[in-house]
């Protein structure tokens, strides 16, 4: 059988899908056995030209990781969509936007002045900022141009499959990888995880029935060791996010913040987390009810903490 | 005029950018280094919850997330006006300490060791990690595969997560390290110790016996005479999770020495519209342009300059081959770049040396992990030395405690102009008028800053490493006249 052809790229991310995959360890070398890496800017030398010339479809799988913020981004998306026949949407960038998606809560001109004006120890009296073409005295300098709204990998080309997580945790990464040698690939558009409703599936704390008379915010409590954090009033994302990742944050006595996305079927995890929370608020009084939603600050921002470039609101409005 | 791209990135990975600018008479004329990305954190952290900090901000980079999420609890720990308790502190230290253990390993034997290991003239293919383990053997190979899967479980038994951990808290951690757990950490501190101790025995036996090898290290292409900054403890050591940031100048005398409150007063970063990254400068002295010397503003922040800007290493492991190296070449501070790879062992073994005090400590596994705050959070700045340079996150609160100001110098950024010249220097020294562009071109600009370990998720999002590099001369007229690749 000839050995499978694959491709790794990042766009807009951290570098954590990075080493998410090597942190599968040993097992790399499975996968070395398996399968040709023929695009891999981290680790080996392929040239963009030689992806150009690659013929369409040539590459088995593209396992993309990253969001799409600026052209360069959308380009390469595009030129690999174009040679692969199989494209993952790997990590929670590519798939909803993750960190980086929280820019669309601003727009690129607000994003650029913080950065290189308003900033505290910027020393920027001209008020230079940086220009897509830049005349110096030596000639010209090009800079690749920062996208108004970020996109996910979905919004920008065709996706095959999806991996959650900020990043995909050691056994989300093999299961993928797995699916990818064995060729038992599920249906088109499934996300490859580990089968768990929630992360209160995976999630070891005690459960009761859920009844919340404040919120409270990290710093200021220590949660009971053995007792569901969300009953403890901290905002623990478990019931609305994907499972599969194990529960690693709630063991190491955090809430979990919602990087695996939505669970399946649900198509906003904001608003479903919202939802969850209303249910389970302990009053009837009106004014009870908004002064214990008052603890939850940031409601927009923690809601959609990884998502909001893939949800229904994608972006704030923003006044001209 | 003609204009060389090297292209690591825009062509490849969308993140970085080289041009060389030649005179018609083919001499270097200028050269720039450009970073194409910008995700705006300093933006999109406005308005989140304080708290939150140390998970949105390691989001900068998955190479060193521990980094930041570090300065962001510190930060935290200034804005709630809260210490944390002394077994919490130790803890951060202990997880810190075993991070660097596996970040300058890769380093060293992954992406800076192979120019070195296997030689600059060496096949290009076989400078790489393959390379490495066919002329160090497959045990030692072995043993820094294992020192990396080692240290990565301390960081998620004791963080929560192996990448992006979660345990920082004001006043705290949320998670104890159990008896169990601790012993562990002992027993994998002790190999740490051997392995950094081995690691320098390959560097002298490899580099240190070879006069080539060391004629390059002091070579005026691989100089340059800045100020150097590094964070050290109440004695002047360094410390890479706590204490005052040390500046000394190009002789080595103390510049400044500053708490992370005062370090507006220190450092300003400047702007050019070519870059999306800024260029931060000693505000004292000033911004003189892209030039080293002691009117020059501009100064390093990697292992090497940690160690020119301290007294020497808290441990005496470490201490003993920091004289070594001083005494090797010829005294403080040393301006060659490519000492930085030595500096980077000698700091291993100071973090596998930390790490193990630290879990030997009696406090380590004690419950005592918390201080609740009781003050509302204001303003803060945390600071540590993450592996490529001195990191500092400073926020501002609103009444909501959320973030309203957020101010970010990130470990890369502070040597951006530094690699720069190195660069700028590299290429002046091959490219000459009227000889043609040597192909070694590709790797000596390359071995120019390699030494910085350039995390580009911090500064550009390109991981440190082997970077595709694409040099392409195209003349006045827009022809390619030649091309280089590697």
Redesign the interface.
């Known amino acids: 059988m000839p050995k499978l052809q694959v491709a790794l790229y ?11 995959t090597l ?1 599968i ?1 040993d097992k790399i070398l499975k996968l070395a056995e398996a399968a040709d890496i023929v695009f891999w ?9 030689d992806v150009e010339n690659m013929a369409d479809k040539s590459i088995d799988a593209c396992l993309f990781n990253g969001a799409i ?2 052209s ?2 959308e ?2 998306a595009k030129l690999l969509r174009r040679k692969s026949k199989i494209m993952i949407a790997y990590g929670s960038c590519a798939t909803e936007g ?3 998606g ?2 669309n ?2 727009n690129r001109k ?3 002045d ?3 004006i308003d ?6 009296q001209g008020k ?4 897509t073409s ?1 005349k ?4 010209e ?1 090009e ?2 141009v ?1 996208w108004e709204t970020v996109r996910t990998l979905a919004q920008t080309v065709d996706v095959d499959f999806f991996v959650p997580g ?2 995909p945790e ?1 056994r989300t990464t093999w299961l993928a990888l797995e699916a990818l040698l064995s060729g038992k690939l599920p249906p088109k558009g499934t996300f490859i995880v580990h089968p768990a409703n929630a992360v209160c599936n995976d999630c070891p704390r005690v459960k009761h029935e859920k009844k919340i008379k404040a919120f409270h ?6 949660p009971e060791p053995d007792k569901c954090l969300l009953e403890q009033g901290l905002l623990c994302f478990g019931v609305a996010t994907r499972g599969g990742c194990g529960a ?2 709630p ?4 809430p979990c ?1 919602g990087c695996y996305g939505p669970v399946e079927g649900v198509r906003d995890q904001g608003s479903h987390f919202l939802t969850a929370l209303a249910s389970i608020i302990d009053a009837n009084d009106p004014d009870e009810i908004e002064k214990i939603l008052d603890g939850i ?2 409601p927009a ?2 809601c959609y ?1 990884y998502s909001l470039a893939d949800s229904m609101i994608n972006r704030a409005r923003i006044a001209p | ?1 003609k ?1 060389i791209t090297i292209d690591p ?7 970085g950018k080289i ?1 060389i ?1 030649l005179n018609d008479d083919g001499s270097v ?2 050269v ?1 280094t ?1 970073i ?5 954190f ?3 952290c ?4 304080v ?2 900090m140390p ?2 901000t ?6 060193c ?1 521990e980094a930041h999420h570090m300065a962001a609890t510190k930060a ?1 720990d200034d804005m ?1 006006h809260i210490e944390p308790t002394s077994t919490a502190k130790k803890i951060r230290e202990l997880l810190y300490s075993a991070f660097y253990v596996t970040d300058h390993t890769t380093h060293f034997y992954i992406l800076g060791g192979p120019d070195f290991v296997m030689g600059p003239d060496a096949p290009v293919a076989q400078r790489n990690i393959l390379g490495v383990i066919a002329k160090v053997g497959l045990d030692l190979a072995g043993q820094v ?1 294992n020192t990396r ?1 080692e240290n ?1 479980w301390i960081i ?1 038994a004791v ?6 951990p ?2 920082g ?3 705290g951690v ?2 104890r390290i159990s008896e169990e757990d601790r012993k562990q950490i002992e027993e994998i501190a002790k190999r740490d110790v051997a392995f950094a101790q081995l690691s320098l025995k390959v560097f002298g036996d490899i580099v240190l016996k070879n006069k080539g090898y060391v004629d390059m290290i002091v070579s005026d292409a691989f100089t340059s005479q800045t100020y150097y900054m590094g964070l050290v403890d109440d004695k002047n050591k360094v410390n890479f999770y706590d204490g005052k940031v040390r500046v000394v100048d190009p002789s080595g005398k103390e510049f400044a020495k500053y708490s992370p409150r005062e ?2 007063d220190n ?10 990254t ?1 260029f ?2 000693l ?1 004292k002295v000033g ?1 003189k342009g892209f030039v080293d010397g002691k009117d020059s503003g501009v100064y390093r922040a990697t292992p090497l300059s940690r160690l020119n800007a301290a007294d020497g290493m808290a441990t005496p492991l470490a201490q003993a081959e920091y004289d070594k190296m001083y005494s090797t070449l010829g005294g403080k501070p040393v301006h060659h770049t490519l000492a930085t790879h030595w500096a980077r062992l000698i700091e291993l073994l100071y973090a596998a040396e930390r790490l193990l005090e630290l879990s030997q400590d009696k406090e380590i596994s004690g419950p005592n992990i ?1 201080n ?2 009781t003050n509302k959070p204001t303003e803060g700045v945390g600071i540590v030395e993450a592996p490529r340079g001195t990191l500092t996150h ?1 926020y501002v609160a609103d009444e ?3 973030i309203k ?1 957020c ?1 970010l ?1 990130v470990g890369t950024t502070n040597n951006q102009a530094a690699i720069f010249m190195s660069v700028k220097k590299a290429a002046q020294a091959l490219i000459q008028p009227g000889k043609d562009i040597p192909e070694s071109l590709l790797n000596q600009i390359e071995m120019a800053w390699r030494p910085y370990d350039p ?1 580009m ?1 911090c500064s550009t ?3 440190p ?4 590099l ?1 040099i392409t001369v195209v003349d006045s007229s827009g022809c390619i006249v030649k091309r280089l ?2």
């Open positions: 990042w766009a807009a991310s951290c570098g954590g899908c990075e080493i998410a942190a360890g800017p981290v680790a080996i030398d392929t040239k963009y030209a913020r600026n360069e981004n380009h390469m993750c960190i980086p929280l820019a809560f601003y607000m994003m650029v913080t950065a290189f900033t505290i120890s910027s020393d920027n230079i900022i940086p220009q830049v110096v005295p030596e000639g300098l800079l690749p920062l900020c990043p050691e915010r990290p710093y200021e409590i220590i690693p944050c063991q190491a006595n955090m913040t600050v940031d921002g923690t903490r | 005029m204009k990135i825009t062509r490849l990975e969308g993140h041009t600018f004329a200028n720039y450009q194409p990305e910008l995700r705006g300093e933006k999109f406005e308005g989140r919850p708290e939150d998970q949105i390691q989001r900068i980079c998955g190479v997330p935290l709630f595969l899967k990565h998620q963080g929560g997560r192996q990448i992006h979660v345990f808290l004001p006043g949320s998670k370090y507006l450092i300003a970063e400047h702007v050019e519209p070519w870059s999306y800024k931060p400068f505000k911004w918390r609740i705050p400073h909501k405690g959320c100001k101010n110098i995390c998720s999002h390109t991981l490493g082997q970077m595709p694409e690749s590697r």
